[in-house]
């Protein structure tokens, strides 16, 4: 669990993007795309989860946004370092096969999350349209690895700093307006998904998203994760991550992701201190 390899993506106007690698020689053997880790950054720290971007021979590669303070612990970490806990690879992988013409948008950090899959859809003989959205241009990132695993590469910023200017639902819904497409998958901030589902409805294309979800254990045991899905009671970490866009209760996971935003920053204030 020693960190090998640590790079900062971007840091801009108070965000910071990282890529780590981190030696799981077990995990990598195993690890599939859309699957994900738990990591713990000291004893006395929280679990977080982070999905497998990546893996280089013994290495598995993870790249997070410094949020909150277990995110902002892991951030300060160097190469050499070591984590105190490592938990993987967890959730189902995706399924990969080929569908025809597939879309696959992606925001913020949803960008790394999305890389694996673009990867092994193209692999699997899939024609791939990538989109990718951030608010400006100095937060994109893998530019370069994902437009050589795509037929199609878009990017919109919100800003129009870079690619055209506006939201990846505002290409979304142009590509599927001039053509058919087999499948669009989605990752990134949950309005960005939840929007994304809204506009592949009416063309009754299939639409999978990944749900970045509270997870705590991670095994399904804490009930943390839990999202309703087809008006049935699932757990992002054993059910999911990825799920039927169209059957996702929004409003629901809305209220839960944001059920101690309060406690969280008071940690960060007391850890300011």
């Known amino acids: ?9 971007s840091d801009y106007q108070g965000v910071r993007l990282i890529r780590m690698h981190l030696t799981a020689p077990h995990i990598v053997r195993k690890a599939q795309p859309g699957q994900f880790v738990v990591l713990m950054v000291a004893e006395e720290g929280e679990r977080i989860p982070l999905t497998l971007v990546d893996s280089l021979q013994d290495d598995i590669v993870l790249v997070f946004q410094e949020a909150g303070l277990s995110t902002k612990l892991l951030g300060r970490l160097n190469e050499g370092d070591e984590l105190y806990a490592l938990l993987g690879p967890l959730g189902h992988p995706t399924e990969i ?7 696959l948008v992606a925001g913020g950090v949803g960008i790394a999350e999305i890389y694996p899959v673009a990867r ?23 530019e370069n690895e994902l437009k050589q ?8 910023t919100d800003d129009g700093s870079y690619g055209r200017k506006g939201f990846t639902t ?4 142009e590509l599927l307006s001039a053509g058919s497409y087999d499948l669009v998958y989605a990752v990134g901030p949950l309005p960005m998904m939840r929007r994304v589902a ?26 943390g994760c839990r999202v ?11 059910d999911g991550p990825e799920f039927d866009a169209h ?17 969280e920053q008071h940690i960060c204030n007391l850890h300011k201190l």
């Open 247 to 263: 059957a996702v209760d929004w409003d629901e996971l809305k209220h839960r992701n944001k059920m101690y935003v309060d406690q």
């Open 120 to 142: 092994a859809l193209k692999e699997a003989g899939n024609h791939v349209t990538t989109v990718l959205g951030a608010r400006t241009k100095e937060l994109l990132f893998l």
């Open 198 to 223: 809204d506009v592949t409805k009416p063309f009754g294309v299939r639409t999978m998203v990944s749900l970045n979800t509270l997870m705590m254990d991670g095994t399904g045991m804490c009930g």
């Open 1 to 9: 669990m020693k960190i090998t390899r640590k790079e900062i993506l």
């Open 228 to 238: 309703t899905v087809g008006g049935a009671a699932k757990f992002a970490c054993v």
């Open 97 to 103: 096969k080929n569908y025809g013409k597939v879309i």
């Open 170 to 173: 505002d290409v979304l819904n």
């Open 149 to 156: 695993t795509s037929d199609d590469f878009r990017v919109a």
